[in-house]
């Protein structure tokens, strides 16, 4: 099922008294269901902030992040797993080195009690384009981009409907990046699934993304839609310099 996802005014202070910093003053923005949504910016801006709200990881802010019309807040952590998932940007980081992949997939079948465990670690490597031989690797047997598509596959064994990827290509090779991102289109395009995706690569908002959002200093400039990226549609100062500084560099590569 697609979901569609409203962010309504989220803000977050970091620290306390004299040294505290509001990293999101209140960010705003709503994406429909089986839409993919880019967030793009400057490096601090606050993109991984908004995706690390919205999954609760970071909890204590303030606003509301509505998926569906119900609030994150108000899911029970089962419900929130099996609702939303991350993928984050380093693969090597977000899987333990000591665990097979078998363990990695298995685990959170086990703890949301659900059967047929082989059946669905099988269908989760397969729909990642692995073979179900690789269930009993370890990281270190995988390249960059195989361990990303354990990081996906593990995301997508709870069956859930909404994907937040934090730069999920980002820390790869450039061919596998793109392997990556079809990978994720296709994910997209057979299951509805409604994507919310940080990058700081706007080729990878025009290859993948319905609209965007530009983020400046923990607030969004500017939503616009992909085909903005062409001519440098944007109307905020800051959106069009990141959009023309893309184009420059495209046209220099
Ligand atoms: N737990 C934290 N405590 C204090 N400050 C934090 C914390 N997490 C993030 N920040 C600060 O919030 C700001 C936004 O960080 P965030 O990682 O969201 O930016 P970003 O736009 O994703 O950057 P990048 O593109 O470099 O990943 C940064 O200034 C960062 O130092």
């Known amino acids: 099922m697609s979901v569609s996802v ?5 803000s977050i202070t970091f620290g306390e008294g004299a040294t505290a910093v509001k990293v999101l003053p209140g960010v705003s923005f709503s994406v429909q269901p089986g839409e993919c949504f880019g967030l793009v910016g400057e490096s601090g801006s606050g993109k991984s902030t908004v995706l690390r709200c919205m999954s609760m990881l970071t909890d ?15 899911m029970p952590l089962i419900e ?13 980081g977000s899987l333990h080195p000591r665990q097979s992949v078998r363990t990695v997939l298995n685990e959170p079948l086990v703890i949301h009690k659900l059967g047929d465990r082989e059946e669905r670690m099988r269908r989760a ?12 690797r370890f990281p270190h047997q995988l390249s960059g981009g195989q361990r990303q598509r354990v990081a996906i596959a593990r995301a997508l064994i709870l069956e859930p409907s909404l994907l937040l990827l934090d730069e999920p290509t980002s820390a790869l090779d450039v061919s596998v990046q ?25 080729a990878v908002v025009d290859h993948m993304c319905d609209r965007f959002a530009v983020m400046l200093r923990g607030e969004v400039t500017e939503i616009l839609p992909r085909d903005a990226i062409d001519k440098n549609r944007a ?12 184009l420059e560099y495209e046209g220099a590569a």
Request: charged fraction near 25%.
């Open 235 to 246: 109307t905020h100062p800051y959106a069009r310099q990141l959009i023309a500084a893309s």
């Open 60 to 74: 204590f802010w303030k606003g509301d992040v509505l998926i569906n019309g119900r609030s994150v807040r108000d």
């Open 178 to 202: 793109a392997e990556i991102l079809n990978l994720l289109q296709r994910l997209r395009e057979e299951r509805g699934f409604t994507y919310i995706m940080v990058t700081h690569d706007l």
């Open 6 to 10: 409203e962010v309504r005014d989220l």
């Open 80 to 92: 929130r797993c099996r609702t939303l998932q991350m993928v984050f940007q380093d693969p090597y």
């Open 125 to 136: 490597i397969t729909d990642v384009g692995l073979p179900v031989s690789f269930l009993d």
